[in-house]
């Protein structure tokens, strides 16, 4: 399965002091049961300043400002801890104000309900404008306003609900209906809220994950609100209309409904979606509920705490094509709390965490970090409700003992070790689970962690369509690497031993020398089968890609440029094993970057085939000093090349005729032709050159981004050469050659493969245009030679030297070009023609 | 508690006679066990609900509470609380339990 | 004396403690007749 992966997270908390008691249902349940309550009449003295609101720890943590390990030094309680310096955004979001949210709010109303004061819109206008991410067509759905007296009368609007800031009316929200109970402004209210804080949470996320808005092909909102009208109550579909304003223009959507397992499911659900080819790219989002505003804020007031459920909690996360990166969700690991599961605390950890584990043979310690419900204990605790992470966390233990996985006497290092603080408000469905998200895929890219598990849980019964209980849960790991291509071309089964396809329909040597190659192969444990018929090649082709053969042989492959091949051979005489990089194909039209690219490609074949660090070898070419000082350049730059010495007796870097036959290195480096040559003479010498009986054939290709493993041999290659073809090719499948070919490319590009390509194109291309004369200074007795110019650089090297005023003069010396000088300049030449990059 | 459990409390009492009632309990911690335990035998201490100021004086009692343990099937208890032992703080909340029944029960 | 047997029981369960099904499986087995259960959410 190619999994999908979390290629973004975007948190946002709404500071809504106004709302708390307008619309949190602890107040307005209060209001009508005791309007008198002193709780009512304290509050207000109880409500955060924004600043103090920012600066709380657990609401940085939120934000991704403040680790989860850094908040967990915080000494509890938090609420009378502040943050230095705490900023308003953070890299997974955003702490907003009120009165931008209230704007916002009407930015998202279509229907004319939210209705605010002109001198309000005109004030904060401005700060939405100044908002890093609110785009020009989200500003431009602002409307001006309504004049005070207007906002101010009361009798007019008698079914609407006020907005207030700082105990100043602002504006209003309309019902949208006189009869429709479900239009009610209450509802509109609630459900704008929802919305708007979903879209401020989805550009935050569309600016974590750097992802294009018309890339994203499908939404799914996980809140736990309800949009309709009397006829259809829960119609539905939040998710486009967040989309809509958040600019999201290809992508339709649907809601997802779990109470607060929603959040679980619906990354599930995405996960489903983009792993199953349907969808590249799904947003999921949770926006926040009005409702849950200070839902336990009688018993922090009652204990002389500030009111701290005084924000809106919303997220969002972004579940794309697997990219070779970002942590993948293994959907083979899911926990399901099933209708037959039952509501024992027992049973439900059991179907939500031990089942799926043991499912994949891994134990409670196996997972490295699980985020349950993910409430801030600061706003628990109090309320009588615990820390519930903590008790989350417990549960899991204890069923690991239960279980006999673990001891109970180590039941508290495991909260320690494999439990996170609780940071997330109380907003039902925003702590189930997905918090973690954002630090998970840092930690699981930074290899810190390599899984996590993400359990989301709900209370279904307070719907009262059912007793029951619910949950979700899925696994996270490292992404393990497999890039769309290579899992195409892999079986679905992994088979013990690689099954290689072998297709050399116009042998020289007939069908019979390579029916005897294949049944050679399999004698000696390999797989191979023989693709015979008039369209092998195609068929080749088409069982690569499908994975019916995880490798092919073949006579003849038209390689796009980029990919040449990689030869093995047994040197003469000393029996040494040599990779001859490259044979056949093209690299690149450039030279000095075709070298460069074979030398990679070489690496990476001896890596597969078993050689941790090889050694390198380039062969005394054309060329070939400036690939030395390129790959010195990398090697330098963070990717380490193991050098071969000559073994003639002045050394140096450059091979010759006698380093091949040698083998003085493990990968000898040279241009495709001079290549293939080599591997004709030193394959086909003991049958006077008609018929290649040595080595392992010219080898698979090799390229950047190119996965597919198919090795050439030639249509004059004999029994043993393609049977030892079939062993090459089993062997870098089984070494994962596509793997150890992606990770040394990145290595090289990390290390600047780029640049020096780059800068040797324009070389080339400036050695080709016109160069101004230079005039040569005075003679003088040339008596030092200076190596390491490339030939064609030599005629430009001498008029280098003679700008800065030293005589020089070019001459081919017995192992290659050089330029002559007076010893008495040497230095000074030296340090000109490493300053202008000639030698190293 | 729930405003709603509140009443189902007062109107089954009413309907059954608080004699024949006991309240069973599984609250997470050792105060909310306490406030519920009020709840049912002094009444609602947060004089938000139906049984604020009604002195029902139920017998109540946590499912964790030894005495619960000891009448309930030994495998169906292993099943569907024992794990929970190692989570709660049982003893807390036989300690809460306790001191309510104390002072308030009347059965 | 046998505190559940032949009692009229009212559940209250906490979905973070031992939520209602599961007590009045047990109480049942204790001889209490569930008279109504609710499971309360606090979060």
Request: hydrophobic letters at 40%; aromatic letters at 6%.
């Amino acid at each position: 399965m190619n999994n999908s992966v979390l290629k973004g997270a975007g948190y946002v908390l709404v500071h809504v002091p106004g709302m708390v008691t307008h619309h949190g249902t602890t107040q307005t349940t209060e209001r009508i049961v005791n309007p008198d309550s002193d709780y009512l009449k304290q509050l207000p003295e109880h409500m955060r300043s924004y600043e103090d609101c920012v600066a709380y720890p657990p609401n940085q943590t939120y934000i991704g400002n403040l680790s989860i390990e850094d908040l967990g030094e915080v000494p509890e309680p938090w609420y009378d801890k502040k943050i230095e310096g705490a900023d308003r955004f953070g890299p997974f979001g955003e702490i907003m104000p009120e009165d931008e949210f209230v704007l916002l709010m009407q930015i998202c109303d279509a229907f004319d309900l939210v209705h605010l004061d002109k001198s309000f819109v005109q004030q904060v206008r401005p700060k939405l404008e100044a908002h890093p991410l609110i785009t020009e067509t989200m500003l431009s759905l602002i409307k001006e306003g309504h004049d005070e007296a207007d906002i101010l009368d009361q009798e007019s609007h008698k079914a609407a609900l006020p907005i207030y800031i700082d105990g100043r009316m602002v504006g209003y929200v309309k019902q949208a209906h006189d009869l429709d109970v479900n239009l009610s402004a209450h509802v509109i209210f609630e459900n704008l809220a929802s919305k708007a804080s979903s879209v401020v949470t989805v550009l935050h996320l569309l600016n974590n994950s750097g992802i294009d808005p018309a890339a994203v092909e499908y939404v799914i909102d996980c809140s736990e609100e309800a949009c309709g009208d009397m006829n259809q109550r829960g119609g539905g579909n939040f998710a486009k209309a967040t989309a809509e304003i958040a600019g999201l223009s290809g992508a339709t959507g649907s809601d997802t409904r779990g109470f607060c397992a929603a959040p679980a499911h619906a990354v599930v659900e995405a996960s489903a979606l983009v792993t199953s080819g349907a969808f590249k790219n799904v947003v999921v989002v949770g926006g926040g509920s009005t409702a849950k505003l200070g839902m336990n804020g009688k018993d922090h007031i009652k204990k002389g705490l500030p009111l701290l459920e005084d924000c809106l909690g919303c997220f969002a996360a972004l579940i794309s094509e697997n990219d070779g990166a970002s942590p993948e969700i293994n959907l083979d690991i899911l926990g399901r709390h099933t209708v037959g599961t039952g509501s024992s605390p027992q049973a439900v950890i059991e179907s939500l965490v031990t089942r799926p584990l043991a499912s994949a043979g891994l134990t409670i310690t196996d997972v490295d970090k699980y985020s349950p419900e993910m409430q801030n204990p600061d706003i628990t605790k109090p309320a009588g409700a615990g820390d519930v992470p903590e008790a989350n966390y417990k549960m899991i233990a204890a069923l690991g003992v239960k279980l006999g996985q673990i001891e109970r006497s180590d039941l508290p290092q495991f909260v320690k070790d494999h439990g996170l603080k609780g940071f997330a408000p109380t907003q039902g469905h925003i702590p189930s689970g997905v918090p973690y998200l954002g630090f998970a895929r840092e930690s699981l890219m930074e290899g810190r962690t390599k899984n996590a598990m993400i359990i989301g849980k709900g209370s279904l019964f307070l719907g009262r369509m059912t007793n029951q209980f619910d949950g979700i849960s899925f696994f996270l790991q490292a992404n393990t690497k497999k890039d769309a291509a290579d899992v195409a071309a892999a079986p679905a089964v992994i088979r013990d031993v690689p099954v290689i396809g072998v297709s050399v329909p116009d042998s020289e040597l007939g069908e019979e020398a390579v029916r005897a190659a294949v049944e050679q192969a399999n004698r000696s444990g390999y797989r191979a089968t023989l693709i015979e018929g008039a369209h092998c090649l195609e068929q080749m082709d088409e069982w690569i890609q499908s994975g019916k053969i995880d490798a092919a042989v073949a006579a003849h492959y038209a390689f796009p440029i980029g990919v040449s091949t990689v030869g093995r051979i047994q040197t003469p005489a000393l029996g040494k094993e040599l990779f001859i990089a490259t044979t056949t194909g093209t690299s690149a039209t450039d030279r000095a970057e075709a070298l460069v690219r074979n030398a990679i490609a070489g690496i990476v074949a001896a890596k597969s085939c078993g050689i941790e660090n090889p050694s390198v070898g380039i062969a005394n070419i054309e060329g070939g000093r400036q690939c030395e000082r390129m790959l010195n350049a990398l090697s330098e730059s963070g990717y380490p090349i193991r050098f071969a010495g000559s073994a003639r007796s002045d050394g140096g870097l450059l091979m010759r005729g006698n380093d091949l036959l040698q083998a003085t290195a493990d990968v000898m480096v040279m241009d495709s032709l001079t290549g293939n040559l080599m591997m004709k003479v030193l394959s086909a010498f003991t049958t006077g050159g008609g018929v290649e009986t040595i080595g392992y054939g010219y080898g698979p290709g090799i390229g950047e981004g190119y996965s597919k493993k198919i090795l050439i041999v030639s249509r004059a290659s004999g029994t043993p050469v393609i049977a030892n073809a079939i062993a090459y090719a089993s062997q870098i499948v089984e070494g994962n050659l596509s793997g150890i070919a992606r990770s040394e490319y990145e290595k090289a590009h990390k290390a600047g493969l780029s640049g020096l390509i780059e800068a040797a194109r324009q070389k080339d291309r400036a050695s080709d245009g016109e160069r101004p004369a230079v005039a040569a200074p005075p003679k003088e007795v040339c008596t030092e030679e200076i190596h390491g110019v490339e030939v064609m650089d030599l005629e430009e090297a001498v008029e280098v030297l003679w700008a800065a005023g030293v005589y020089a003069e070019s001459g081919m010396g017995c192992t290659g070009p050089v330029v002559m000088i007076n010893e008495a300049r040497s230095e000074q030449a030296h340090a000109v023609l490493r300053e202008k990059g000639y030698i190293s | 508690m729930d405003l709603e459990n509140q009443k189902r409390v007062k109107d089954i009492a009413e309907q059954f006679g608080p004699e024949n009632v006991v309240v069973v309990l599984g609250a997470a911690e050792g105060e909310a066990a306490g406030l519920a335990a009020e709840t049912v035998t002094a009444g609602d201490p947060t004089y938000a609900g139906p049984l604020a100021g009604v002195s029902l004086g139920l017998l109540v009692y946590h499912i964790c509470e030894p005495e619960m343990k000891e009448e309930v099937d030994a495998d169906i208890y292993d099943e569907q609380v024992s794990m929970m032992e190692m989570v709660l703080d049982v003893d807390e909340i036989i300690s809460e339990m306790t001191a309510i029944r104390e002072q308030y029960t009347k059965y | 004396m046998a505190i559940l047997q032949g009692k009229k029981a009212i559940v209250i369960g906490d979905r973070d403690g031992i939520p209602g099904p599961a007590i009045e499986l047990c109480i049942q087995s204790a001889g209490a007749d569930i008279a109504f259960s609710a499971t309360e959410c606090f979060v």
